[in-house]
C-alpha cells in the first residue's frame, strides 16, 4: 500500500498563498493519479484537483479554477498544489489520495476510487 504524507499546510491571511506538498512512496503502479482533497469537520470531502502521472492531464473544482495550481516532480514522487488568492471559505484539512489504476475522467472527484489517502495538512485562512 502506498504511503503519502502532506505538509505545507498553515495560517495565512485571506487573498494569501500556500503550497502543499504531497510525497507518495510505495506504489506498487506507474501511472497513478495524484488528488488534493478538502474536508470540514462533519462536512463530506471535496475534490480539489488531480494530475495524472500517466499523462499529466489535471482537473480542478469549480471552487478553485483560475487560484490552484497542481503539478508533480516524477522524479521524486511528489505533487504540488499551489494556491494563491486564498478565501476564508478555502479553510479546511487538505488531503492528497493515490488512484493506482488512474484514467478517471470526470469522476476523479469520487473518493472511493482512491486507494491510499495522507493523514491531512490544515489550512487556514482569516478574514
Known amino acids: 500500500e502506498a504511503q503519502l504524507v502532506e505538509s505545507g499546510g498553515g495560517l495565512v491571511q485571506a487573498g494569501g498563498s500556500l503550497r502543499l506538498s504531497c510525497v507518495v512512496s510505495g506504489s506498487r503502479y506507474d501511472d497513478y493519479t495524484i488528488a488534493w482533497f478538502r474536508q470540514l469537520p462533519g462536512k463530506a470531502r471535496e475534490g480539489v484537483s488531480c494530475i495524472s502521472r500517466r499523462d499529466g492531464s489535471v482537473y480542478y473544482g469549480d471552487s478553485v479554477k483560475g487560484r490552484f495550481t497542481i503539478s508533480a516532480d516524477n522524479a521524486k514522487n511528489t505533487v504540488f498544489l499551489q494556491m494563491n488568492n486564498l478565501k476564508p471559505e478555502d479553510t479546511a484539512l487538505y488531503y492528497c489520495?493515490?488512484?493506482?489504476?488512474?484514467?478517471?475522467?470526470?469522476?476523479?472527484?469520487?473518493?472511493?476510487?482512491?486507494?491510499?489517502w495522507g493523514q491531512g495538512t490544515q489550512v487556514t485562512v482569516s478574514s
Open positions: 489520495a493515490v488512484d493506482g489504476l488512474g484514467g478517471r475522467g470526470t469522476f476523479w472527484t469520487k473518493d472511493f476510487l482512491y486507494d491510499s
